[in-house]
């Protein structure tokens, strides 16, 4: 009988698929939040020494109207399109949520919300890694506007 002869690519494609596999798991977040081991062994998100500002609508605005053109200043760092699990301090995305819910996961610094209801609203802007988990501190802007009615 004559042994099983496997070809040195195809190895090489069953380890790459191995390593890839080994971070789909056990983060909580469906693998997608890649993480860097401390010294301690614990997991910990990179820091980021990115500033955040709201520029538009300014806090405490009152708009006529339903809709605001949102402006967003970052300092320190870059808004990429590509996601990546290179995660790097000075480049990421922005995520825009609206009274609580995700409105948009942009690269852009400037977006219309349209479709305002009548009332205060809240905006939240937060700048995260590449792979669209937050740095470590959070890197967040908020602020409050109404919509006259």
């Not at 798991?25 to 614990?42: E, F, K, L, N, R």
């Not at 480049?91 to 610094?109: I, P, R």
């Not at 939240?124 to 590449?130: H, K, L, R, S, T």
Request: with cysteine.
């Amino acid at each position: 009988m004559r042994g099983v002869r496997i070809a040195p690519v195809a190895i090489a494609a069953v380890l790459c698929a191995i390593v890839a596999l080994s971070g789909c798991g056990g983060s909580g977040d469906g693998g997608t939040s890649p993480s860097v081991a401390s010294p301690t062994g614990a997991a910990q998100r990179p820091t980021s020494a990115a500033e955040l500002t709201i520029a538009s609508p300014e806090n405490g605005d009152r708009l006529a109207g339903d809709t605001a053109q949102l402006e967003i200043d970052l300092q320190g760092a870059e808004v990429v399109d590509q996601t990546s699990t290179d995660l790097q301090p000075d480049e990421g995305h922005l995520h825009v949520t609206l009274d609580g819910k995700l409105v948009s996961m942009t690269s852009g610094t400037s977006q219309l919300l349209a479709d305002l209801t009548p009332g205060e609203h809240l905006i939240q802007v937060e700048f995260v890694a590449n792979d669209h988990a937050p740095f470590d501190p959070r890197v967040l802007a908020a602020v409050t506007f109404e919509v006259k009615g």
